[in-house]
């Protein structure tokens, strides 16, 4: 019998070193600076997480591949620990803990997704760890005064204003009274796309534009005939969706299965959901919010142009970069460009070295408010023609003209 | 197990939860984590090991424990320790009379009816929640910062959990050893029987579920503060990660036994903790293969399966303490 416990007693120190010994990787060991982030390889997210993790991936090894980068006159390699989230921010948080404190990281890249970042974010403010995130837009996250946090992109509210304003263009060349202009929106019910409506909403008020349809979607989006029937009743002039790449997917599946004539579709997440792979000619004519397009004229000695991206992330992964793989490498550019100029891996002077960036990458230049969002890059609208993306808004990117409005089904 | 036994093995559990924090510091999240843990566990096993009715709706009291918690901190204005445990309080009681007013409808119900029943309060309040602006809706709620650095809340947190976790078990331990467990097992074992014997088996069911849920309204409301974000679907009515693990955990141990709970948490805790984080994205399979494992290979628990293999310790055991 008491052996047994003996045994047992063995076998919980055992299990007590092996979980101490983890804490012999420091943040910088011989030549090598190590990131950690946790993304989301599992549940939900995990399209997106995938697109997250592949631009990190892409930056470091093009990084390490240059030379690294020079810090106090020595050169360093980057590498990046991972671990999977599951798409949960209460495991998002646990493990923000054991990267800092266990694996001892010093520098942290952003999960994906809003409500993570919101989880995360608390962490590594609290332990005085920069991060610089890539897709956590909501603009809650910059109102908590954090000091720490950093994003490369563009925050909600500026997502599919332009496409508010676009319609509200339109119809004034028309010579339409915009108080009779209607808009559907229907929005998963979690962070990021309810601060996607609030800004569709405000912007609808800006112009006089009518709401007429304002659903939440389930987070299991499975299913949004329930709205679309409301919307065939209705008729409105624009409808907007938000629900990340399932609710891009589905929006364009049941938009075409229930033969829904609307004049305008605006949606999110339409190049990670690889809509016009999945539905071809039925994705044409919607117009879709993008952080970032290869066709911009950016470019930094990394990448290269916005298009060489597009080419050596195609080359390793084979497929066309979304912009979430776009953003998330912008962002280990911003964290080595950083460490180059703080010439020390300190926490606090990568930190004020991070708040006086000022760069330009190959996703978009890159400058910093005090809240630590993004000011220096504007969203940018595609609209899908002729299987391809197309930017068509702000006139300044644009491409190509807009092709208004979508016609009925009976005659695509 | 002698009693004697039994109160040197908790007295090195006592002692490793007072040093633990200490003697590894850095770990002082997952420390905390493991207790909240053993409680889940625990108070799932009153009803699910004891009494026979397995709930798949306790994630319900952990969730309202959670978010009263933080709303009470965000609209009260008191310190945070104060705001703290008057929102943990909040949530508790409030737990604990839904408990009774849902168990008063649906613990008539039996077996699998009863299991299917609670299925739906986590997923009918994870909705509820997400649709509701007061309680922020789909965005969720933050709760203040901790007022002193993390590693302190960490401290603080792994102690909270781990004087919960202790009184619980000391709670259930002096509580199975009186009628009111025995009355229990007897509706466990054959609740027609125990009705005839003049047993008033609702009130019993009532009270257990109550307990469970007036614990686990408690452990809510300190996990928001611990975990610094409140989803409505991922941290508090968190049915497919807190929800399934602590029917998952109660029944690695030994369901129905004192420590079979406690074991299946620190098990389980641990190798999710070793081996998930380095599975990267394999992790669920790994859970998966676990329960399989669980089912086919020990489905009466770790205890379970001891007291199979070695029935002679068993006898002593049951010698011991009456129950184990």
């Known amino acids: 019998m008491w052996k047994g416990w003996a045994g047992a007693v063995g076998a919980a120190a055992l299990g007590a070193s092996v979980l101490a010994a983890g804490h012999a990787v420091a943040k910088v060991e011989g030549d090598t600076v190590y990131l950690g982030a946790a993304v989301s390889l599992t549940g939900k997210y995990t399209t997106a997480g995938e697109h997250t993790q592949r631009g990190y991936d892409l930056a470091v090894k093009a990084i390490n591949d240059a030379g690294g980068i020079t810090v106090g006159g020595e050169t360093y390699r980057l590498e990046v620990i991972y671990y999977d989230d599951e798409s949960t921010p209460a495991r998002g948080a646990q493990l923000a803990e054991r990267l800092i404190n266990q694996d001892g990281v010093a520098f942290m890249l952003g999960p994906y997704s809003s409500g993570l970042t919101k989880a995360i974010a608390p962490v590594t403010e609290q332990y005085g760890v920069p991060m610089v995130e890539a897709n956590g837009a909501s603009l809650q996250l910059f109102n908590k005064g954090y000091r720490y946090l950093f994003a490369v992109l563009s925050t909600t509210e500026q997502y599919l204003a332009s496409a508010v304003a676009l319609a509200a263009e339109l119809a004034e060349r028309e010579g339409r009274d915009l108080a009779t202009l209607k808009l559907a929106g229907a929005f998963e019910n979690d962070p990021f796309s309810q601060d996607i409506r609030a800004g569709v909403l405000e912007d609808a008020a800006k112009f006089g534009i009518q709401v007429v349809v304002d659903d939440q979607l389930p987070p299991e989006l499975n299913d949004m005939a329930a709205t679309l029937a409301k919307v065939k009743a209705v008729r409105p002039d624009i409808l907007v969706v938000s629900g990340h790449s399932k609710g891009a997917a589905l929006a364009i599946r049941q938009v075409q299965e229930m033969r829904v004539d609307v004049p305008m579709l605006a949606i999110t997440h339409c190049d990670s959901a690889d809509v016009i792979g999945k539905f071809g000619a039925a994705s044409e004519y919607t117009l879709c919010a993008s952080q970032w397009a290869p066709t911009l004229s950016y470019r930094d000695d990394v990448f290269g142009s916005a298009a060489d991206f597009a080419v050596t992330f195609e080359a390793a992964y084979g497929y066309v970069p979304p912009y979430q793989a776009a953003e998330s490498a912008a962002a280990v550019l911003v964290f080595a460009d950083a460490f180059e100029r703080a010439g020390t891996f300190a926490r606090d002077a990568v930190r004020d070295a991070l708040a006086a960036t000022e760069m330009q990458t190959f996703y978009g230049n890159v400058r910093f408010d005090e809240t630590g969002k993004n000011i220096a890059k504007p969203m940018v609208l595609y609209q899908i023609q002729d299987g391809a993306y197309v930017v068509v808004a702000p006139t300044r990117w644009a491409a190509s003209e807009v092709r208004h409005p979508t016609p009925p089904w009976s005659e695509r | 197990m002698s009693a004697r036994r039994q109160q040197l093995l908790a007295l090195g559990i006592a002692a490793a939860g007072i040093a633990l924090p200490f003697a590894i510091p850095d770990f002082r999240a997952q420390i905390a984590m493991l207790w909240a843990l053993v409680i889940m566990a625990q108070t799932w096993d009153i009803t699910g090991g004891q009494t026979g009715y397995n709930s798949f709706g306790n994630i319900l009291f952990f969730g309202v424990g959670m978010y009263a918690s933080v709303v009470v901190q965000?609209?009260?204005?008191?310190?945070?320790?104060?705001?703290?445990?008057?929102?943990?309080?909040?949530?508790?009681?409030?737990?604990?009379?839904?408990?009774?007013?849902?168990?008063?409808?649906?613990?008539?119900?039996?077996?699998?009816?009863?299991?299917?029943?609670?299925?739906?309060?986590?997923?009918?309040?994870?909705?509820?929640?997400?649709?509701?602006?007061?309680?922020?809706?789909?965005?969720?709620?933050?709760?203040?910062?901790?007022?002193?650095?993390?590693?302190?809340?960490?401290?603080?947190?792994?102690?909270?959990?781990?004087?919960?976790?202790?009184?619980?078990?000391?709670?259930?331990?002096?509580?199975?050893?009186?009628?009111?467990?025995?009355?229990?097992?007897?509706?466990?074992?054959?609740?027609?029987?125990?009705?005839?014997?003049?047993?008033?088996?609702?009130?019993?069911?009532?009270?257990?579920?109550t307990i469970a849920a007036f614990v686990l309204g408690l452990t809510g409301g300190a996990m928001g503060n611990m975990l610094g974000f409140v989803d409505p679907r991922d941290t508090a009515f968190a049915g497919a990660t807190f929800g399934v693990w602590m029917v998952l955990m109660a029944i690695l141990g030994g369901k129905g036994t004192l420590w079979g709970?406690?074991?299946?948490?620190?098990?389980?805790?641990?190798?999710?903790?070793?081996?998930?984080?380095?599975?990267?994205?394999?992790?669920?399979?790994?859970?998966?293969?676990?329960?399989?494992?669980?089912v086919v290979f020990f489905p009466q628990g770790i205890l379970g399966w001891a007291r199979t293999r070695w029935p002679a310790r068993h006898e002593q055991r049951e010698q011991g303490s009456g129950r184990a």
């Open chain 2, 74 to 209: 965000r609209d009260t204005g008191l310190d945070y320790y104060a705001a703290l445990a008057l929102g943990m309080a909040t949530g508790a009681a409030i737990a604990a009379t839904l408990a009774v007013l849902l168990g008063s409808m649906i613990l008539r119900m039996r077996g699998h009816y009863f299991a299917i029943a609670t299925l739906g309060l986590g997923i009918a309040a994870g909705e509820i929640a997400g649709g509701w602006d007061y309680l922020g809706a789909g965005s969720g709620l933050s709760p203040p910062l901790f007022p002193a650095p993390p590693q302190t809340a960490n401290l603080f947190f792994a102690y909270l959990y781990f004087a919960l976790a202790a009184l619980t078990f000391a709670a259930l331990a002096a509580l199975y050893r009186t009628r009111f467990g025995l009355a229990l097992n007897a509706i466990r074992d054959n609740e027609d029987k125990a009705e005839a014997m003049g047993l008033r088996t609702g009130l019993y069911k009532i009270t257990a579920w």
């Open chain 2, 261 to 294: 709970p406690v074991l299946g948490a620190t098990v389980f805790h641990i190798t999710q903790e070793l081996l998930w984080t380095h599975l990267l994205g394999w992790q669920r399979v790994a859970l998966g293969l676990i329960i399989v494992g669980i």
